[in-house]
Nanobody
Framework: QVQLVESGGGLVQAGGSLRLSCAAS????????VGWFRQAPGKERELVAA????????SYKDSVKGRFTISRDNANNTVYLQMNSLKPEDTAVYYC?????????????WGQGTQVTVSS
């Protein structure tokens, strides 16, 4: 079992920055790839960024490339999402997920989410 807790969300003006953290307890996070997802009201949950177990591979949704950076600190069981140049359309609840194979399916663990609100 892995327990995930997100933090770092909040209210920020357009153009501002936030850094989200996903802290894990239970099993070591280095056993899992981690993804950051977001869900805006009335929309489906979408994958924003993902990082492999070692951190050697990352991927991003096109709309956040160049603005968001995912990273991990396996020694501290934490994954981060640095979000710069935020836009109102980035407003959503952000969730982290840990999965052994990046399939984000039945074996994935999920946090409770943290709200990000970007004002124009």
């Amino acid at each position: 079992q892995v327990q995930l807790v997100e933090s770092g969300g909040g209210l920020v003006q357009a153009g501002g920055s936030l850094r989200l953290s996903c802290a894990a307890s239970g099993r070591t996070l280095s056993m899992y790839a981690v993804g950051w997802f977001r869900q805006a009201p009335g929309k489906e949950r979408e994958l924003v960024a993902a990082i492999s177990r070692s951190g050697g591979f990352t991927s991003y949704k096109d709309s956040v490339k160049g603005r968001f950076t995912i990273s991990r600190d396996n020694a501290n069981n934490t994954v981060y999402l640095q979000m710069n140049s935020l836009k109102p359309e980035d407003t959503a609840v952000y969730y982290c997920s840990a999965d052994p194979t990046m399939s984000w399916g039945r074996y994935a663990y999920w946090g409770q989410g943290t709200q990000v609100t970007v004002s124009s």
